[in-house]
């Protein structure tokens, strides 16, 4: 049997960027790497990496979130952005969505457990809770799937001139250049590579935006939307 990689203490940056909630990120690094490797939310080999890869890298995503506004993190799995943004950022109202439970109860304890009361964790997948939600100003993402495929399921819980955010790799130019028509369609009207984390992260986190007009997700699902506000609007008069 494998010995468990053991989690390294937190690097000095993490002190500077977690601030007064430096303690909360050690716990759920820890957490991260007990319960998250036992429950299979991350692998093992992941573990030694932990601060620098995953809670550092997501992190820094902060630095291009606007103030005060609603997030929507997409296929939040462990909680990668969500919660290290939440632990940065008080300022916002962040909700994880995550289709599977063994993820989703995961991401509840480790909520009430760090007293993340700015955060709310939804079972479903994007494109069932679309009417549901509240639409957001800010979608997150972190390797969830290629970009056509996230901006269609993020794009539209976005609300009019909100913008999709999602930390990507090297492959994020090719993405973006391959997802053009796509975005598009779905009523993208800017899009951008970002680079943040400097003096945190090495490389630096790249990050893929894109901004949508006052129609998100497109002609088709702004029919869609208003089919599911009527009938919400049906639902609470009965």
Not at 179 to 194: D, F, W
């Given at each position: 049997m494998t010995e468990a990689a053991e989690l390294p203490p937190a690097p000095e940056q993490a002190r500077a960027v977690f601030g007064d909630r430096f303690d909360d990120a050690v716990r759920y690094a820890e957490l991260l790497a007990e319960a998250g490797v036992q429950r299979g939310l991350i692998g093992p080999r992941e573990v030694p990496r932990l601060w620098e890869r995953h809670l550092l890298n997501c992190a820094v995503l902060s630095e291009v979130v606007p103030e005060g506004v609603t997030v929507c993190d997409v296929g939040s799995g462990a909680g990668l952005p969500g919660i290290p943004l939440a632990l940065v950022r008080e300022d916002l109202k962040i909700t994880l969505l995550e289709p599977l439970l063994r993820r989703t109860t995961f991401l509840t304890e480790v909520v009430e457990l760090l007293g993340l009361d700015h955060v709310t964790v939804v079972r479903g997948r994007a494109e069932e809770v679309m009417g549901k939600l509240t639409p957001v100003h800010v979608v997150t993402a972190r390797a969830v799937a290629p970009l056509d495929r996230l901006a269609a399921w993020g794009v539209p819980l976005l609300r009019p001139y909100g913008e999709m955010l999602a930390l990507k790799g090297d492959t994020a130019e090719e993405e973006l250049k391959a997802?053009?028509?796509?975005?598009?369609?779905?009523?993208?009207?800017?899009?951008?590579?970002?680079?943040?984390?400097?003096?945190?992260?090495?490389?630096?986190?790249?990050?893929?935006r894109v901004e949508v007009g006052e129609s998100p997700g497109g002609v088709r699902f702004a029919a869609k939307r208003a089919k599911a506000a009527r009938t919400g609007r049906t639902r609470r008069r009965r």
């Open positions: 997802a053009g028509t796509a975005l598009s369609k779905l009523g993208a009207v800017e899009t951008s590579i970002l680079h943040v984390g400097e003096g945190v992260v090495d490389p630096l986190s790249t990050v893929v």
